[in-house]
């Protein structure tokens, strides 16, 4: 038989656990998505059409903030600077996923450790683009060409740093090549210059370079992915021409600052999910020349982890600092 005092103890219990506030499911708040890229580009366009998406079964607003600059460590900074509540997200790609950790020797974070990794989007896949008068007309006479010309051959790229640029790197090592880099600010200038002539070639991304390639204004001679693109069937794979560890892509997911509740995580990764099956969200994907890569928010950090230390081996090799 209980005591007095467990009796009442017991009462207690119960009576404050009668009262008690039952946990508010989440979401129960707007989310601010945050997009590291001014607005009217393909990430913000992307991050838009995904959030409106996910909004109607979410039940909340996903609210875009733009946050441009330093190769995208001013939006990491605001989303870190949160709280981990699920209520501060960030659409992330190269830079911060995979880049920054090793081109900047002061990095105020680490992916490993200070993200929390809430699912993986997919990736605008890059091929390379010639102007349309280039001597060469397939990948193998680009090489041949550029060996036999190596103090004349130029490329561009969006920017120093940018999945473009170190997509070039990758082929440049793997090819055994040596080429000018010309870096603009941003990917319409340095598309603008191919098709005028002014610079011979770039890797380009699809969501840009699609109509382009299409119209023969400029000529893709590869792409790099493992296969061919559905958008552009007839460009062969660096791969298929002898080149298979040349695979990049403009890579993105959604993060958010560490410790993140795991019901927060698993909703936001289940609702990212359902609006990629949207069939309005596949046509977009498609147009856009995007592969979407659906997953969990554990293989979505594994692949992030094993894609920055391959991307490190490249960044290393070609010297590549943004400080």
């Known amino acids: 038989m209980k005591r007095p005092l467990q009796l009442i103890a017991c009462g207690l219990a119960l009576a404050f656990a009668a009262h008690a506030p039952a946990q508010t499911p989440y979401p129960s708040q707007p989310v601010r998505w945050i997009v590291p890229y001014a607005a009217g580009g393909g990430t913000d366009n992307l991050a838009r059409q995904l959030a409106d998406a996910m909004q109607p079964s979410l039940g909340q607003p996903l609210v875009i903030e733009n946050k441009p600059g330093a190769s995208t460590n001013i ?17 992330a790609e190269n830079a911060a996923l995979l880049f920054n950790e090793h081109m900047f020797s002061k990095l105020p974070y680490k992916p490993a450790s200070d993200f929390t990794y809430i699912g993986a989007i997919g990736r605008f896949p890059v091929a390379l683009v010639v102007r349309p008068d280039f001597p060469a007309q397939s990948l193998p006479e680009l090489v041949a ?3 036999a010309n190596p103090d004349k051959v130029n490329y561009a790229s969006p920017g120093i740093g940018t999945p473009h640029h170190m997509a070039m790197e990758l082929f440049k090592q793997k090819a055994g090549l040596t080429m000018t880099h010309v870096a ?5 200038p340095a598309l603008q210059d191919i098709m005028g002539g002014q610079v011979q070639m770039m890797m380009l991304d699809l969501a840009a370079g699609l ?9 893709a001679l590869a792409i790099a992915l493992p296969q061919r693109a559905s958008s552009v069937p007839d460009v062969a794979t660096f791969k298929e021409l002898g080149y298979p560890d040349v695979n990049a892509s403009a890579f993105h997911g959604l993060i958010g600052p560490a410790h993140m509740p795991p019901a927060a995580v698993e909703r936001l ?12 969200i596949v046509q977009l994907f498609a ?3 995007f592969e979407a890569q659906p997953g969990s928010p554990k293989e979505f950090e594994q692949l992030a982890r094993a894609e920055s230390a391959r991307w490190g081996t490249v960044i290393k090799t070609s010297g590549v600092q943004l400080d």
């Open 145 to 147: 060409y550029v060996k």
């Open 287 to 289: 147009e856009f020349g």
């Open 269 to 280: 990764n289940a609702e990212l999910r359902k609006a990629m099956q949207a069939p309005r």
């Open 211 to 219: 109509p382009y390639i299409k119209s023969g204004k400029v000529r």
């Open 75 to 91: 939006a990491v900074a605001a989303m870190m600077q949160a709280r981990p509540d699920g209520y501060t997200i960030m659409q």
């Open 184 to 188: 603009y600010k941003g990917g319409a």
